[in-house]
Each structure stands twice: as structure tokens, then as C-alpha cells.
């Protein structure tokens, strides 16, 4: 097995789009990443550049020590799943699964070895028989899988393997595909536009943006620590909310922060966990809030200074939470690129993502709040931890410089 270098990485297609730019990316061996973006930030384009399926125009790629961007794809060493599992309607099972084996001439005791044990692996032993017609959907993924498997490549590529399938479906599919590439160990490069998948199946996450890889890390830390705008507001459901702030520094040497009309007092160690949020006083900032990390006061004693006052707009009992929307008089962000890309994901209209996420926040409080619609609230902040951008280059703001990715560097 091995590992998989991306050194500046570039495409740019014949009619001049330019799909990827400088991707830098070192994927371990033995490990499962995903590439998360929203459609057409370029996911496809690069894992086809990796599979040998479209020309690489800059940089080098590396599987284990090779140099690869001149190896015709049969050569590389590699597996695609791809999102239509392109099964042949009148083979079965067992013979879809040999098919790649067969071209090659492998012999046949040992192809059947290999589609036995992918079968055994994948749960499909009892339809090797079977034409995929007579397959669910899930079954057919499981066929493409096994076509993957049995080559015995030394890296996966999945481009959408489960977005054909329904809701239910891709979550089993999704715990399966993360078993057997667990027990396969086997180094896999996953795409999918679906944040919650990238989540729960990579090792490391790497968001991409209109080309650009925005930021690669394992998913707990892209969640806590997110290295710009896009990122806060792409990972995590429902979405960070962000707005406009202003952070002040008080006669005793406090920090205060001001959303709208409102101030909460900020702890000593956000400051001293981002010393270069001090830059900032007296100047806008973007602040994002996760839902989780506000809630109804009323439930936390001693929360003075760290509420703010708020009507709840909307109310969904989900048993385990209550979702709230809330109308804060916190200013909108607006005219950054991040926040438009963002709106446009969700395919709301400019500047519509503004008003949705900053004027209407949506919190996910303690199903014990005795909130109802309409009834004005003090919402309980988790001010140890609000996330704090630059409003121009949307840049996490942390402890060098204002708004560089130094934390970040890859
Ligand atoms: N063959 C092609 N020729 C020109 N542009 C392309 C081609 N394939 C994809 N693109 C463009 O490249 C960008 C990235 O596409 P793609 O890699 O498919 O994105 P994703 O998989 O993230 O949705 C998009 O703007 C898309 O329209
Ligand atoms: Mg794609």
C-alpha cells in the first residue's frame, strides 16, 4: 500500500475554466480523506486528475515514491467507485465483480479467490448469481465496492459512491463503506458535497472552495477550529451562525463584546487564546456562534453578561433539542466572498444568507426551555466559544497576525 503526495496541484480544462488550483495535499498511507465542497469547487476534477482520467496541467503527483502524472491510469495502481456504479445489466454478480480481473487475464482460481473474499466482505456471498436488476440499490453499490476491492489497488477513489441512494441507505452504507475501509486499510480518497458524510467517514477533511483547498484537518478540529468563513458556515448543521460584531475593551481592562444593540462580557481566555483578537477592539469583526453553544438562560443560573435579549421566531421540537430561531438586532455580515459562496450553496439569493444567519439565529437549546414562539427570551451565550473572523479576508482570527493562516499552514 501507499500514500499519495499532491504537490501544487492544477487544472485548468480546454476551454480555459480553471476546475483546481495549487493543491497541496499529503494523504497517509492507510488513510481515509475526504474532499468536501459545494458542487463544482473542483472535488471531481481532482480525484479524476489522481485516477489518471483527466490531464494534470500543474504540479506533481506522487502515489507512494512514483511520480505518476504521465502513468496511464491502468498502471497507477488505483480503484474508482463512481457515483453511477456503471454495473453491466446482463453479467451477475460474481462476474461484474471479476470483470476488471478477467481483462487483465489474472488466473481464473485466483479471481475467484478474490471475488469470494470481496463478497465475504461485503455481505453479497448469496447474490454472486444474481443480475443487478434483481439487486436493491444498496446491493449495487456494494457490486461496485466489490469491482474496487478485488483489484487489490494500493488506493481508493470514491467520487458520490452513496448520493443515488435514499436517506436511510446512505447512512448504513455510509458505516459500511468506513468498516471495510478500516479493515481493508487500504488509502482512500473520498468526494463527496455532503458535509455530514465527510464528517463521519474521513480521517481528515479537506474543504475545497471554487478550486482551493480551503483547509485539511481532522473533522473535530475543522469543527472547532475553523480556519475561515467558509469553513465555520460549510461544516456542522445547522450552520454557525455568523454576524457582524464589534469588540470593545472596557476601563477595567475587559473585553466586551457588542451584537447589535447588545454587549456580552468575553472571558480573559478567549483573549488569551487568540491574543490577536486585542488588534481588533474598536473595529468589526464576524462572529459566529454554533446553535449548541447558545440556550435559554433561564436554565443557567449566573449566566448575567453573557445573554442576549432576543424573541423566538420559530420553534422545532426535535425531543432532543429544541431548535429556536431567534431575531437578534445584529448587523448582517456582507460583501464577503465566503458568506456569498455560502448563500449560494444553500441557493438562497444574496444577500438572503445574511439575513437568515445573522438577524435570525438558529440555536439548538435544552429541550427543558419552556420557550414558546413569539415571547421575548435571553439567550445564553457560550462566550468562551464564539468564533471571531476578519471581515475582509474572512480568515479565523487566532493568535498571529490579523487574518493570517499561519495556524493553518499546511
Ligand atoms: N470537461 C470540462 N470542461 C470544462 N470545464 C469543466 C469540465 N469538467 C468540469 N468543469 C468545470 O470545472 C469546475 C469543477 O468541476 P467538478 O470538478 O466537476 O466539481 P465538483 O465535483 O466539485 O462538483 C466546474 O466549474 C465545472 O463546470
Ligand atoms: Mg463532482
Given at each position: 500500500?501507499?500514500?499519495l503526495?499532491?504537490?501544487?496541484?492544477?487544472?485548468?480544462?480546454?476551454?480555459?475554466?480553471?476546475?483546481?488550483?495549487?493543491?497541496?495535499?499529503?494523504?497517509?498511507?492507510?488513510?481515509?480523506l475526504v474532499f468536501v465542497g459545494p458542487s463544482?469547487?473542483?472535488k471531481t476534477t481532482a480525484l479524476r486528475m489522481i485516477a489518471g482520467l483527466e490531464v494534470i496541467s500543474e504540479g506533481e503527483l506522487r502515489i507512494g515514491d512514483r511520480v505518476v502524472n504521465s502513468v496511464p491510469p491502468r498502471d497507477r495502481d488505483v480503484a474508482m467507485v463512481f457515483q453511477s456504479y456503471a454495473l453491466y445489466p446482463h453479467l451477475s454478480v460474481r462476474d461484474n465483480i471479476a470483470f476488471g480481473l478477467k481483462l487483465r487475464k489474472m488466473p481464473k482460481p485466483e479471481i475467484r479467490k478474490r471475488v469470494e473474499q470481496a463478497a465475504q466482505v461485503l455481505g453479497l456471498t448469496e447474490y454472486l448469481d444474481r443480475k443487478p436488476r434483481n439487486l436493491s440499490g444498496g446491493q449495487r453499490q456494494r457490486v461496485a465496492m466489490g469491482r474496487a476491492i478485488v483489484r487489490e489497488p494500493q488506493v481508493f477513489l470514491m467520487d458520490e459512491p452513496l448520493s443515488n441512494l435514499d436517506a436511510k441507505l446512505r447512512v448504513q452504507m455510509r458505516t459500511e463503506i468506513a468498516r471495510i475501509q478500516r479493515d481493508l486499510a487500504v488509502t482512500t480518497v473520498y468526494v463527496t458535497h455532503d458535509q455530514t458524510e465527510a464528517m463521519t467517514l474521513g480521517d481528515r477533511v479537506a474543504v475545497m472552495k471554487k478550486g482551493a483547498l480551503q483547509q485539511i484537518a481532522p473533522p473535530q478540529e475543522l469543527y472547532d477550529r475553523p480556519a475561515n468563513i467558509f469553513v465555520a458556515g460549510f461544516i456542522g448543521s445547522p450552520a454557525m451562525n455568523l454576524m457582524a460584531g464589534t469588540l470593545h475593551r472596557t476601563d477595567a481592562d475587559e473585553f466586551q463584546l457588542q451584537l447589535g444593540s447588545q454587549t456580552v462580557l468575553l472571558p480573559a481566555a478567549v483573549i488569551a487564546a487568540r491574543p490577536a483578537l486585542s488588534d481588533y477592539v474598536d473595529r468589526?469583526?464576524?462572529?459566529g456562534v454554533r446553535p449548541e453553544d447558545m440556550d435559554d438562560a433561564a436554565l443557567h443560573p449566573g449566566a448575567e453578561g453573557t445573554t442576549l435579549r432576543?424573541?423566538?421566531?420559530l420553534?422545532?421540537?426535535?425531543?432532543?433539542?429544541?431548535?429556536?430561531?431567534?431575531a437578534v438586532d445584529a448587523e448582517p455580515v456582507r460583501g464577503n466572498d465566503d458568506i456569498e459562496e455560502l448563500a449560494k450553496d444553500l441557493g438562497q439569493p444574496e444577500p438572503g444568507i445574511a439575513s437568515a444567519f445573522s438577524t435570525t439565529l438558529v440555536a439548538r437549546f435544552n429541550p427543558r426551555s419552556t420557550v414558546t414562539a413569539?415571547?421575548?427570551?435571553?439567550?445564553?451565550?457560550?462566550?468562551?466559544?464564539?468564533?471571531?473572523?476578519?471581515?475582509?479576508?474572512?480568515?479565523?482570527i487566532w493568535a498571529t497576525e490579523p487574518g493570517t493562516l499561519d495556524q493553518f499552514r499546511l
Open positions: 500500500m501507499a500514500g503526495t499532491l504537490s501544487g496541484i492544477g487544472k485548468v480544462y480546454a476551454d480555459g475554466t480553471r476546475a483546481v488550483e495549487d493543491l497541496n495535499v499529503q494523504v497517509e498511507d492507510g488513510e481515509f463544482g469547487c473542483g468589526p469583526v464576524v462572529v432576543s424573541v423566538a421566531d420553534i422545532e421540537p426535535l425531543g432532543s433539542d429544541l431548535i429556536v430561531h431567534l413569539g415571547q421575548p427570551i435571553d439567550v445564553r451565550i457560550d462566550t468562551e466559544r464564539l468564533h471571531y473572523f476578519d471581515q475582509r479576508t474572512g480568515l479565523g
